[in-house]
């Protein structure tokens, strides 16, 4: 890998882990306000079967739309505003932004990574759908267009004597996604599944 290429895998790794937005929540006597500036946080545990487990971690975001857009949740439904706007939809384009990472498969320290590591072969062999949800039922996303993806490996800092230890590694991904017309209470479905059609993960970007 080239350093421009490192530094650009870097710096939007950065960006999910460090600038996720902090989804908030100011409760009132009848109605709770949330708060969206940055997007909608996307973070999940998914495994492989008889295999690794792992982390993804991201974002949906728009340019302007997110910001300053709350939710207002009363008796009789929510409602989303912007300052003194009121939004139903929205914008013509999305961007899904998310990273796959190892996380342990269990909170014990010496077996959380006894079924060892994601590989690239065990990423390959996963395939991403993508759907919007309303209610329970659940429709394809049309207009899905990747514009980012890259594989880095984590830096790792054995102790001890050196010895051979499995490659670590990080999956960036970034696509547009069509959503003109959609409406702001449908969510977003990113499921992962194996080749035998179990799920491995599924988030909902959810408004």
């Not at 490192?6 to 710096?11: N, Y």
């Not at 060892?116 to 919007?132: A, E, N, V």
């Not at 991904?173 to 035998?196: H, N």
Request: aromatic fraction near 10%; include cysteine; glycine fraction near 8%.
């Amino acid at each position: 890998m080239n350093l421009w290429r490192h530094a650009q895998a870097a710096s939007f790794i950065a960006a999910l882990l460090v600038c996720l937005p902090a989804l908030t929540a100011t409760p009132a006597r009848d109605k709770s306000v949330w708060n969206y500036d940055g997007g909608i946080v996307l973070v999940t545990d998914g495994s492989i079967a008889d295999g690794p487990c792992f982390r993804i971690a991201g974002r949906v975001s728009a340019p302007k739309f997110f910001d300053n857009l709350k939710r207002v949740d009363t008796g009789s439904g929510a409602v989303f505003r912007r300052g003194t706007d009121t939004l139903d939809t929205f914008p013509d384009q999305l961007t899904l932004g998310f990273i796959v990472h190892d996380h342990p498969c269990s909170t014990d320290l010496q077996n959380g990574f006894a079924h060892g590591y994601l590989t690239r072969q065990q990423m390959r062999s996963l395939k991403l759908d993508l759907y919007w949800k309303r209610g329970v039922e659940l429709r394809r996303v049309s207009g899905v267009e990747p514009k980012y993806f890259s594989v880095d490996p984590v830096a790792t800092h054995p102790v001890g004597p050196a010895i051979a230890l499995q490659e670590r590694l990080v999956w960036s991904y970034e696509f547009a996604v069509a959503s003109a017309g959609v409406p702001l209470t449908d969510s977003l479905v990113l499921i992962f599944r194996s080749a035998d059609g179990r799920i491995a993960a599924r988030v909902a970007a959810r408004m």
